[in-house]
T-cell receptor, first 116, second 114 residues
């Protein structure tokens, strides 16, 4: 079965601190992509970062980095220097490449609250 | 500006009625998708399309129908057969299926059955 697990329903962080959001995945596909999306209260899904299963280096995009540990099947999102605007739902998603389709499988999400 | 436009943003439906949610993209993307999100949950795939005039069922296609007559348009019809249609619906697109292609989302449509 292909599955994404986010074990933290909610997280709190102080402004300017770093925070790690956990994500583990399960797939038998040798090739897959891992995504993180941010969903503010308005509802839109904002793409944050992507990691391919064969990428040698961890992905980074500005204040976002993805801690990819393939053997442990984990793809944790690290947000450095948190800002009040980072308060939102965060979703980890996987796209197994078998069949050639970008069918995203989502986790249940983590709600992040950034406190001043 | 390039992007994905969903309309309407809010829609109310009476029980027994069909409603159609619009999704238009001007990104020249080949693939388009419809997802459903229930409160406090992640997204689930309803239908997806790789090319014009072709589409495939996702994980929760029952009670929904789609068409892909034009590359830029992928409307979703929520039929009366969908027993619990109240949800947030998100349309997405990507340059093509497979590989390291980022999937971009529209702003979503809220459907409420009254």
């Amino acid at each position: 079965a292909q599955k994404i697990t986010q074990t933290q329903p909610g997280m709190f962080v102080q402004e300017k601190e770093a925070v790690t959001l956990d994500c583990t995945y399960d797939t038998s596909d040798p090739s897959y992509g891992l995504f993180w999306y941010k969903q503010p209260s308005s509802g839109e899904m904002i793409f944050l970062i992507y990691q391919g299963s064969y990428d040698q280096q961890n992905a980074t995009e500005g204040r976002y980095s993805l801690n990819f540990q393939k053997a442990r099947k984990s793809a944790n999102l690290v947000i450095s220097a948190s800002q009040l605007g980072d308060s939102a739902m965060y979703f980890c998603a996987m796209s197994p490449f078998s069949g050639g389709y970008n069918k995203l499988i989502f986790g249940a999400g983590t709600r992040l609250a950034v406190h001043p | 500006d390039g992007g994905i436009t969903q309309s309407p943003k809010y829609l109310f439906r009476k029980e027994g009625q069909n409603v159609t949610l619009s999704c238009e993209q001007n990104l020249n993307h080949d693939a388009m998708y419809w997802y459903r999100q229930d409160p406090g949950q992640g997204l689930r795939l309803i239908y997806y399309s790789q090319i014009v005039n072709d589409f495939q069922k996702g994980d929760i296609a029952e009670g929904y129908s789609v068409s892909r007559e034009k590359k830029e348009s992928f409307p979703l019809t929520v039929t009366s057969a969908q027993k619990n249609p109240t949800a947030f619906y998100l349309c997405a697109s990507s340059p093509r299926t497979g590989g390291r292609n980022t999937i971009y989302f529209g702003e979503g449509s809220w459907l409420t059955v009254v």
